[in-house]
């Protein structure tokens, strides 16, 4: 429902902006800020106004106040913080529609911008075939679906885009399981059908579908290429060209399976096909199939009726049964370990079995001995190797025979996940309560954890990694640097003042975009172990890269986030790098608040970011780093401030790394920028990308109101959240319950609170923070049109009698 303003808001709003509509009469973009006012008073004067468009509009009107040049076309437009893209769109369309001000020329840049951005979010293209396509007129969606456009794409982008709309839907398992139906109906035996993928493994949606089909009379299992594994000698060699092309010609699977298949009215692309596999798109059977209505099936199919997936068909050995199910189950990690172990016991493992070599007796002339190998009953290829022997196949038909001659234990299907999950902020389970790995990051744990033995016996700052399961301290000569690839524990031990005998704490664990799931829910396990330890009086906050909190950030002067990680290795950003370095640094201010009069304190935030022209974002400053020489470069929004924080980080660079190094300065709108553009290719040109992906940011067209408070409560055995009606205040708390205090739309500090009464059960306690990443995910899940939840803003729990200053400050009555 769309909230109501109430009568005192409003009149203190009209009062404010009517003080400030006499102020900026003289404004050089009176025009567009007598728009923009137009339109918030008619939203205003609606019988249910929409208070967040409002909101918005007032926003929009203090960005242009605060702009100090006249705006005379889009381009400016895309200079402004705090206008939203629907806003911007109707300021351009004004601007546009002014005879003093149309300009085709951007009309035309500004259109050929969307629809680059529009064709190379569709599966299949890239950007580059996506500026073909913009060149050669194709600007929607619509467009590339005419078949004007045919020539510039390839036979599977084609097929890609005509079922774009399906193929960015998951299969769910009930299909998968009803194409396994059909093709059983279509292949009669002694054809064996198995659903492998990530449908073994247990997901219960996925991108394709993946079937394994055996066949008594498909027993070809090439030779294989693996080298001796003692001496990694010469390889025996492969197949010819010619060879591959009959087996194609005669396979099973191109042959009979595919075109069964496809006179059945299930197969509706190919995209790409071998003698042993094939991809393609698939319709979706919804019924048990007849030939009644198979002229019915391929009419859906040609006009594209029904639901489409992805599918692949893998064609294996029946003797490989159990080696193709190991492979085509597991992931990459999984599959990888497999064959490591084989290795150690003088094996090789691949898709059609696991294999041993076996050294015959030595010769008197080595060099000239040859490999023979006939473990399928014909003659294969021939190598000459250092010591004679043979390949030989292990007669292992099962998965089980497998794991057993490696020594392995059966690993179930549902666990063969070896890869480090990168952690996704919207998994509404961080704090891993009940989950696999909440177990095993117990069994690491241990009793005790020693890094907490000095953890907050004085003021000042601590600051851990985590590194396999294992709590690190981080050198004091690196604080403020953090890797995106990492999870770290940050605690600050401080008095609130100089009389207090008792320590108070902020308890942080800040988790990079590109950290794993391990880490992370290591990271979030032992933060609540040393909450613990410290007797839970510390506030704890959830941080994610990119959504800090203003607290967080407040420690550190300078704070760097550099790409890479404990898992693949990193340097500090002042160490001599390589000759052909090249690094982008993107340098803006963030201001900490400082009491309760209005005062504030800036820290410099230095973040490492793709070095392409996607980066280019107009308000920030940017370094690029390539080793000998450096640039510096100042977008026209950029502050001064900000200027001169950016190069004292550039002099720090130099000065650390003692050795010759050019710098050169680039200020947007100089005939020189150009050089820097030109760093990330040679059509990179003004203006830059219109708004910076800073998660802290409140520039929506809509918003939210201050605080909305729920109280949570688990009976259920699942938590529901009650809304508290306002108005809200301190005492809206009750001490016998837990609280969830939404103040997302703070400008200042956005976050979710999880207040925590004194009487609160121990569950209720425990399970604060996955309530809380529970309520973001499914607000995410149900959010408008109009809002964008953010569901990396921090976190922060805190129990009653020891809230902070932010946190009264936005509850107040």
Known sequence: MLARISPNVARSCHAIFARLYSEIRSQHNQSIIDLLLKHKQEEQDKANPNSFKVTAFSKAVQAVVQYQ????????????????????????????????????????????????????????????????????????????????????????????????????????????????????????PPYELMLVGDYRRGFTSFSDIHLMISHPDFVFVPFPTEQNPDEQSDTPKKRSRGRKKNEEKSSLLLSDVVPKLQQRGLVAETLGSSSKTWEGIVRVPGQRDTWGDRLDRISAVKNVEGDFRKVSLHLVPQKSRGA???????DAEFEKDICYRARQRNMFFNEYGLWRWTFNSPSSNPETETVFSRPFGGDYETATTQKTGYWSLLPSATEQDIFREIGMDFVDPTRRNFSPTKYNIEDSNIALLGSDLEKRVREHAGDKESAWADAGKVPGLQIWRIEQFRVLPWPKEKTGYFYDGDSYIVLQTYKKSEEDKNLSYHLHFWLGEDTSQDEAGTA????????????????????VQGYESQQFLSYFPHFICLKGGVATGFHHVSEHPPPDTRKLYRINLSHHPVGDEGHSKSHLTVREVPATAESLVAGDVYVLDKGTHILQFNTRASAGQERFKAAEFVQSIVNERESQCDVTVFDEGDSAAMRF??????????????????????????????????????????????????????????????????????????????????????NEKRLALQYAQRYLYHKRSNEGSGFRVDVGIPIIKLLEGNETAVFLRATQG
Do not use: M
């Not at 193709?324 to 597991?330: A, D, E, K, N, R």
């Not at 055995?717 to 103040?743: M, N, Q, R």
């Open 69 to 188: 040049h006249p705006i005379k076309s889009g381009r400016d437009i895309l200079q402004l913080r705090g206008i939203g893209p629907g806003i911007a769109a109707r300021i351009n369309e004004y601007l546009l529609s002014q005879e003093d001000l149309s300009d085709e020329a951007l009309y035309e840049e500004l259109r050929r911008s969307q629809a680059l951005s529009t064709l190379s979010s569709v599966p299949g293209i890239g950007s580059v075939t996506a500026k073909k396509l913009v060149e050669a007129g194709c600007y929607t969606l619509n467009d590339l679906k005419s078949g004007k456009f045919s020539s510039f794409l390839s036979v599977r982008q084609i097929a890609k885009i005509k079922y774009a709309d399906h193929l960015e839907c998951p299969a769910q398992r009930r299909e998968a399981e009803e194409v396994l139906d059909f093709c059983r109906d279509s292949l009669e």
């Open 324 to 330: 193709s199910l190991i492979c085509l189950t597991g």
């Open 524 to 543: 979030a396990y032992k933060t609540v172990e040393l909450d613990d330890h410290l007797d839970g009086k510390p506030v704890q906050y959830r941080e």
């Open 677 to 762: 553009l030109r760093e990330f290719g040679q059509d990179v040109s003004l203006p830059l990308h219109p708004k910076a992906p800073t998660a802290l940011s409140a520039e929506h067209d809509a918003e939210i109101p201050p605080i909305v408070i729920f109280r949570l409560s688990d009976e259920s055995g699942t938590p529901e959240f009650e809304k508290i009606l306002p108005p809200y205040s301190k005492a809206s708390l009750s001490s016998d319950d837990v609280f969830l205090v939404d103040a997302a739309s703070n400008s200042s500090h956005p976050a979710i609170y999880i207040w925590i009464g004194r009487n609160a059960s121990l």
